[in-house]
T-cell receptor, first 115, second 109 residues
Framework: NAGVTQTPKFRILKIGQSMTLQCTQD?????MYWYRQDPGMGLKLIYY???????DKGEVPNGYNVSRSTTEDFPLRLELAAPSQTSVYFC??????????????FGPGTRLTVT | GQSLEQPSEVTAVEGAIVQINCTYQ??????LSWYQQHDGGAPTFLSY????GLEETGRFSSFLSRSDSYGYLLLQELQMKDSASYFC??????????FGPGTRLSVLP
């Protein structure tokens, strides 16, 4: 199993540009998450999904959009990038089996700079 | 609002025991998780407490007191490889998680 994979690893965007961060998991997990982590800080939840077709906002959703058309994929869309979106973005997944929904498996992250 | 507090830094020597505390104020509470993150890496899961008490997994233990809105991670027989940041996270409702600011642990030889 590859686990959770994210592309790209690094990206530099100009202000106002848009991009999609890709996230794929091969563990058949129903729960998936997007976090951002600013330098020296904790993770903040942007959006999460409990299954294909179901998404919900986390703590910091403004400026982002998500979709979940399949169990495996959970892309994060940035529209009109701003310098405040410079961060490391982590995708994670977890199982919905009873007693296992709390352990999140994280991807390697995407380091995004907006200038 | 939601807030979690952790000490920003902790330093200890190899072989010692260290405790990292986490206090929380959240609108809901289902459980407390702990994650480890090495510099430049992704967080990895350590433990989860839904009920009061101590959970032990090898050299790591985690404790929760729901009445005190408090938990801690206990690391025993510290090794150099334990130098990392440690985050507590509260599962507030559904699959919504709020993470603390993190504690940077430095293990000295």
């Amino acid at each position: 199993n590859a686990g959770v994979t994210q592309t790209p690893k690094f990206r530099i965007l100009k202000i106002g540009q848009s991009m999609t961060l890709q996230c794929t998991q091969d563990m058949n997990h129903n729960y998936m998450y997007w976090y951002r982590q600013d330098p020296g800080m904790g993770l903040k939840l942007i959006y999460y999904s409990v299954g294909a077709g179901i998404t919900d906002k986390g703590e910091v959703p403004n400026g982002y959009n998500v979709s979940r058309s399949t169990t495996e994929d959970f892309p994060l869309r940035l529209e009109l990038a701003a310098p405040s979106q410079t961060s490391v973005y982590f995708c994670a997944s977890s199982s919905d089996r009873v007693g296992f929904s709390y352990e999140q498996y994280f991807g390697p992250g995407t380091r995004l700079t907006v200038t | 609002g939601q807030s979690l507090e952790q000490p920003s830094e902790v330093t200890a020597v190899e072989g010692a025991i260290v405790q990292i505390n986490c206090t929380y104020q959240t609108s809901g509470f289902y459980g407390l998780s702990w994650y480890q993150q090495h510099d430049g890496g992704a967080p990895t899961f350590l433990s989860y407490n839904a009920l009061d008490g101590l959970e032990e997994t090898g050299r790591f233990s985690s404790f929760l007191s729901r009445s005190d809105s408090y938990g801690y991670l206990l690391l025993q027989e510290l090794q150099m490889k334990d130098s990392a940041s440690y985050f507590c996270a509260v599962r507030t409702y559904g699959q919504n998680f709020v993470f603390g600011p993190g504690t940077r642990l430095s293990v000295l030889p």
